[in-house]
């Protein structure tokens, strides 16, 4: 809804008079600026893109990409300043063809939910990975490419996005697989950082619904959960327990049990990348890739957190960069990086603003956005990633590997991440526990879903759903009594 009369009296505050409401600046609804956002706010209804549908082709079905996360997956890299680049990135730059987004404009709400062709931003001043991930998938595989997306930043796994919580549960007997359904009898609550899990799956019925509407084919085809940061402050393994069971919650809801998970967000620390290996070794169906560069690595003898808003350098005790990682793809632009760590002149935009804003500035996103796609296209698919686009990934040139042997700690010259573990469940393999073909339905497997399964699928659904829920409960309850 827009509020015509805050739209008039803002413009009235600042000498507009002739200003009535959202009709009188709808011209600013695509504007990427902060004045841009606001105007998005206020005139929700107004500034809504209009839903755009791949057209309908049951050869051809569209591939869904679930992306989730915290503020590294919102995005806080600006379109403005990937605009002005666009001869580098030119590809990126206005409406891409073969690639569409499904998301919310600002305000997120009901209302809101739209599906457009991928834009940068589409229709916010800041976008994330999305736009460089989408076009990537879509280059290389050659499929139609539709992101959902639903990210909320500085969250957590251990309630914000915990399946099992109360703001977070239904009752999936009653459920009957729709989006009104849940918006109807569940807990969404867009203004609440409790309620992402249920908000989550609700975006994504959203989508399924609106192209199963239209009669558009389509396949799940991966998770990409961007996550971290916020649960910094807990052991490893209840942070991997904790993500392990959004990720089995997430699958079960989309119905597809082994829908492959590609991960990130370890943000150079050691513990936040064990409970990332732990999460893809328990994680019901594996299929899990956590893909991570070796661009900095934190130091374990340092007092120093590394932080969006504190690097952890420029002191004795400070993070690892690696001289090898930033010489090839450029060192950071900002002023305020210390001149004495450039090995070479080379630059690239990977911050917003350092040191005080670490998120990924429009150089960074994209970076990120190719390596996410780069993973997914090298783990789960038969599809060769071409040579060139290989030898500029940041995460095949750079690897994070675990240091080794068992017990070594990182250096300057050996960025590596401390696996936390324990030497007897860090050489563990992930276990498949998919379920039998009676319990699996008509989605044994993301490779395999065609167009004829997808209106069967509802009905499976709610036991899908159920039967997961009942699991995630009750691995919650013994979680809460061990510790």
């Given at each position: 809804?827009?509020n015509?009369d805050?739209?008039?009296?803002?413009?009235?505050?600042?000498?507009?008079?002739?200003?009535?409401?959202?009709v009188?600046?709808?011209?600013?609804?695509?504007?990427?600026s902060?004045?841009?956002?606001?105007?998005?706010?206020?005139?929700c209804?107004t500034?809504?893109p209009?839903?755009?549908?791949?057209?309908a082709?049951?050869?051809?079905?569209?591939?869904?990409?679930?992306?989730?996360?915290?503020s590294?997956?919102?995005?806080?890299?600006?379109?403005?300043d990937?605009?002005?680049?666009?001869?580098?990135?030119?590809?990126?730059?206005?409406?891409?063809?073969?690639?569409?987004?499904?998301?919310?404009?600002?305000?997120?709400?009901?209302?809101?939910?739209?599906?457009?062709?991928?834009?940068a931003?589409?229709?916010?001043?800041?976008f994330?990975?999305?736009?460089?991930?989408?076009?990537?998938?879509?280059?290389?595989?050659?499929?139609?490419?539709?992101?959902?997306?639903?990210?909320?930043?500085?969250?957590?796994?251990?309630?914000?996005?915990?399946?099992?919580?109360?703001?977070?549960?239904?009752?999936?007997?009653?459920?009957?697989?729709?989006?009104?359904?849940l918006?109807?009898?569940?807990?969404i609550?867009?203004?609440s950082?409790n309620?992402?899990?249920?908000?989550?799956i609700?975006?994504?019925?959203?989508?399924?619904?609106?192209?199963?509407?239209?009669?558009?084919?389509?396949?799940?085809?991966?998770?990409?959960?961007?996550?971290?940061?916020s649960?910094?402050?807990?052991?490893?393994?209840?942070?991997?327990?904790?993500?392990?069971?959004?990720?089995?919650a997430?699958?079960?809801?989309?119905?597809?049990w082994?829908?492959?998970?590609?991960?990130?967000?370890?943000?150079?620390?050691?513990?936040?990348?064990?409970?990332?290996?732990?999460?893809?070794?328990?994680?019901?169906?594996?299929?899990?890739?956590?893909?991570?560069h070796?661009?900095?690595?934190?130091?374990?003898?340092?007092?120093?957190?590394?932080?969006?808003s504190?690097?952890?350098?420029?002191?004795?005790d400070?993070?690892?960069?690696?001289?090898?990682?930033?010489?090839?793809?450029?060192?950071?632009?900002?002023?305020?990086?210390?001149?004495?760590?450039?090995?070479?002149?080379?630059?690239?935009?990977?911050?917003?603003n350092?040191?005080?804003n670490?998120?990924?500035?429009?150089?960074?996103?994209?970076?990120?956005?190719?390596?996410l796609?780069?993973?997914?296209?090298?783990?789960?698919?038969?599809v060769?990633?071409?040579?060139?686009?290989?030898?500029?990934?940041?995460?095949?040139q750079?690897?994070?590997?675990?240091?080794?042997?068992?017990?070594?700690?990182?250096?300057?010259?050996?960025l590596?991440?401390?696996?936390?573990?324990g030497?007897?469940?860090?050489?563990?393999?992930c276990?498949?526990?998919?379920?039998?073909?009676?319990?699996a339905?008509?989605?044994?497997?993301?490779e395999?879903?065609?167009?004829?399964?997808?209106?069967?699928?509802i009905?499976?659904?709610?036991?899908?759903i159920?039967?997961?829920?009942?699991?995630?409960?009750?691995?919650?309850?013994?979680?809460?009594?061990v510790?």
């Amino acid at each position: 809804m827009d509020n015509d009369d805050e739209v008039q009296a803002q413009a009235a505050a600042t000498g507009y008079s002739q200003v009535s409401g959202c009709v009188d600046v709808v011209q600013y609804c695509a504007r990427h600026s902060n004045f841009g956002d606001r105007v998005r706010e206020l005139c929700c209804a107004t500034c809504l893109p209009e839903t755009s549908l791949p057209r309908a082709n049951s050869t051809e079905p569209v591939q869904l990409f679930l992306q989730a996360g915290q503020s590294e997956c919102v995005g806080h890299a600006s379109v403005n300043d990937l605009i002005q680049d666009y001869q580098t990135y030119g590809e990126l730059v206005g409406v891409q063809e073969g690639v569409w987004f499904a998301g919310y404009a600002t305000p997120a709400s009901a209302e809101n939910f739209f599906i457009d062709k991928m834009t940068a931003g589409n229709g916010k001043s800041t976008f994330g990975p999305e736009i460089s991930m989408g076009n990537r998938l879509h280059e290389v595989i050659g499929r139609r490419v539709l992101v959902v997306k639903y990210c909320i930043g500085g969250t957590n796994t251990a309630k914000n996005w915990n399946p099992s919580t109360i703001q977070n549960n239904w009752d999936r007997s009653q459920d009957d697989g729709t989006a009104a359904w849940l918006l109807e009898n569940a807990n969404i609550d867009f203004e609440s950082k409790n309620s992402l899990f249920v908000n989550l799956i609700y975006t994504a019925r959203r989508a399924v619904e609106a192209l199963t509407a239209a009669g558009v084919a389509f396949q799940w085809k991966a998770i990409v959960w961007v996550q971290g940061q916020s649960d910094a402050g807990i052991s490893w393994d209840v942070f991997g327990a904790n993500t392990a069971r959004v990720w089995d919650a997430a699958r079960a809801a989309v119905g597809v049990w082994d829908l492959p998970v590609v991960d990130t967000g370890s943000s150079s620390q050691h513990k936040l990348r064990s409970g990332k290996a732990y999460a893809g070794q328990i994680v019901k169906a594996c299929n899990v890739i956590t893909v991570e560069h070796a661009g900095g690595t934190e130091n374990p003898n340092s007092a120093c957190t590394v932080t969006p808003s504190n690097p952890c350098i420029g002191s004795t005790d400070s993070s690892f960069l690696s001289t090898k990682f930033f010489n090839r793809y450029g060192w950071p632009s900002d002023p305020d990086f210390p001149e004495e760590l450039r090995g070479n002149s080379k630059t690239l935009k990977w911050f917003v603003n350092f040191p005080s804003n670490l998120h990924s500035g429009y150089e960074g996103m994209v970076v990120k956005g190719r390596m996410l796609a780069d993973a997914y296209i090298v783990h789960f698919t038969q599809v060769p990633l071409p040579e060139a686009m290989a030898a500029e990934d940041t995460a095949l040139q750079f690897p994070w590997l675990a240091c080794s042997p068992a017990g070594a700690e990182p250096t300057a010259e050996n960025l590596c991440w401390m696996d936390q573990r324990g030497e007897a469940l860090r050489t563990q393999n992930c276990e498949s526990e998919i379920p039998n073909d009676e319990l699996a339905g008509p989605y044994p497997s993301h490779e395999t879903k065609d167009d004829s399964s997808i209106a069967s699928g509802i009905v499976w659904s709610c036991l899908h759903i159920f039967v997961m829920a009942a699991t995630v409960y009750i691995s919650g309850m013994l979680l809460t009594a061990v510790k």
